[in-house]
């Protein structure tokens, strides 16, 4: 874990640990899990949130899942533990999936979705993750809305990326208009 949080400090500058912030499903993680908060940087001008031991003891499926937010927000850190929980416990989640948060992503948000994207604005430096016999994929959780959720599950990730290019996605603003 150590060396993971490394990496990503490496990318995102010194992050905090929120480990003593994690709600519930926490009984249901790994005991190494926890939840960094990193504020904004020269390299980007927005609060992050990243799992930390989202995969612990899950070797079949390695990965750790980050949000934007233009706020400092602490439901980010349950959001996110939610989330790995589910990974953990119920479905293995990875590249293209989408989740439902259960609830609007910050305050009002029209996004209570969640898509699991490449970490396009950091690239390969921050996506892989190289282990002892194999790699730790760190991919971007985007809130999206529930027509962009169909939109997706009817057209594919594909199109739903292609859109959200085509539309200027506003990633940070919770109150973005659906760009499907």
Known sequence: MELLKQHL?????K???KKGQIPDPLKKMSEDFSVLEFPPSEKHDFWIYSTLGMSADNPANLIELHIFSH?????LIELLTTTASFHRNDTPLGLNHTVNFGRPW???SVCSFGFISLPYMDGEALEIFNLEGGHLY????????E???DYKIKNGWNALEQ?????GLDYLNPQRASCA
């Open 163 to 167: 859109r959200f290019e085509d539309c």
């Open 9 to 13: 400090e490496t990318n995102w500058g």
């Open 15 to 17: 992050g905090t640990d």
């Open 138 to 145: 760190n991919l971007w959780l985007m809130p999206i809305t």
């Open 71 to 75: 706020k400092q927000d602490s439901t």
């Open 147 to 149: 027509s962009e959720r």
């Open 106 to 108: 910050q305050n009002d």
